[in-house]
């Protein structure tokens, strides 16, 4: 996202406001309106006269990713002299940060500017936050040519996990802190900074914060990277076991389509061969029709002139055998086996038709003959017709030929 970068003044009022905070020199209602307070836990941390404290935290509001700077230096209510009372800013950063050198020229000369304006002998002067007199820092404008991006923190809350870190504070050591503490806000929401001696024994006794001098904030360091590499080798023997796993499923993979195309290709054979021997047994069935017709036209004649019926019968009984059983055999187009479909979803090749105790093909043609309707047998019914067209020759001979000279022959 395009970096944004505001100011957020903020302190304790008293009686009835207690502490507020406003925003100036951009921000947005969004971030505002669900942005928390930077008001201070007082029973964890608390600011003393002469003191002051550094911030560094991490938030999501308003839908961006944001990084705060901030500092605190002890100011007292009007009419009251309860401690730990104070006056802060804070820079806030959405998207994109700022070098720690210029962030700190611009906190400390706004923060400055706004003790000036708003404080007088140690006394805030206003009695609410949308009061504040503010100044723009000279360098403000310079940040927008200085933004960088912020690279690998992860802005989900920490469990409300705190550090304060007890060092000096003078500008130059402070932005080696704010650079090595970037990666920090992985495992604390705020990170405290300060050289105040109070503050320090405060935070220890009361022991809610936890609080490191420079040795310990080195070792926080330390701990983080060591955590990071433990990180970075878990995730990279995870992404090294998916990309075996990849590797031989895609091996698993190709030997299978390669196993059902050799399949294929030998059902693709076999069926061409099916094809071919059922183009033959379509020469021999019109072959075999024309020899029965011919054979039955010359039986028909055969016995108008001789009229040896049973001759005849005989004859065409064992042509219809003859005709019927060449028929019979080459009648059916033998099935063809189907090819195999591979689903990509499937890991590994799984049998079909497991338990039906036949092939593929033939678990489909007992499916079709299942299903099929008892069709008419065209040779029963041709053989039918031809009988009735030689009782129809025999009745028409004995009418009109054989009768007439048997009546002859006995005078009548």
């Known amino acids: 996202m395009n970096g944004t970068y505001f100011f957020s003044a903020f302190g304790t009022f008293g009686n009835p406001n207690g502490f507020r905070q406003s925003f100036f020199l951009g921000g947005s209602a969004a971030i505002a309106k669900e942005l928390r307070t930077f008001d201070l836990k007082t029973d964890a941390i608390m600011l003393f006269p002469d003191s002051k404290i550094y911030a560094m935290r991490k938030d999501c509001s308003g839908g961006s990713n944001l990084v705060s700077y901030s500092v605190y230096t002890f100011a007292k209510e009007q009419k009251s002299h309860r401690g730990g009372t104070f006056i802060g800013s804070s820079l806030l950063f959405a998207g994109k940060i700022a070098p720690e050198n210029l962030i700190i020229s611009v906190l400390d000369d706004f923060h400055g500017t706004l003790e000036k304006n708003n404080v007088s002998e140690g006394i805030i002067t206003i009695s609410h936050s949308d009061q504040f007199a503010i100044h723009k820092p000279k360098d403000f404008d310079k940040i927008s040519f200085h933004l960088q991006e912020i690279n690998d923190l992860n802005f989900a809350q920490s469990n409300g996990n705190y550090l304060v870190v007890y060092c ?178 499937e890991r590994a090749p799984v049998a079909a038709y497991l338990g039906y105790g036949h092939q593929p093909e033939e678990y489909g043609r007992h499916k079709r003959n299942r299903g099929e309707e008892p069709q008419l047998d065209i040779f029963k019914v041709a053989s039918a017709i031809l009988l009735l067209l030689l009782i129809v020759s025999y009745t028409l001979y004995f009418i009109f030929i054989y009768e007439p000279k048997h009546f002859s022959n006995l005078g009548l």
């Not at 022991?207 to 904030?217: S, T």
């Open 168 to 345: 000096e504070t003078d500008p130059v050591k402070l932005q080696v802190m704010f650079s090595k503490s970037l990666e920090l806000l992985n495992n604390y929401d705020t990170v405290f900074f300060t050289q105040s001696h109070e503050i320090g024994e405060f935070v220890k006794q009361k022991g809610i914060f936890k609080i490191v001098d420079p040795n310990g904030f080195e070792h926080e360091i330390s701990r983080l990277h060591e955590e990071r590499l433990r990180l970075v080798q878990v995730c990279l023997e995870g992404f090294k076991k998916e990309y075996h796993q990849l590797e031989e499923e895609r091996k698993r993979l190709i030997d299978s389509i390669h196993k059902q195309i050799e399949q294929n290709e030998n059902h693709h054979r076999e069926n061409e061969r099916k094809i071919s021997q059922s183009r033959e047994r379509i020469g021999i069935i019109n072959s075999e029709y024309s020899r029965y017709t011919k054979q039955t036209e010359e039986l028909i004649k055969k016995l108008e002139a001789d009229g040896k019926v049973e001759a005849a019968k005989k004859t065409h009984q064992e042509n219809r055998r003859l005709f019927t059983d060449t028929i019979s055999r080459n009648k059916t187009a033998e099935p063809l086996a189907s090819l195999s479909a591979f689903n990509p979803g």
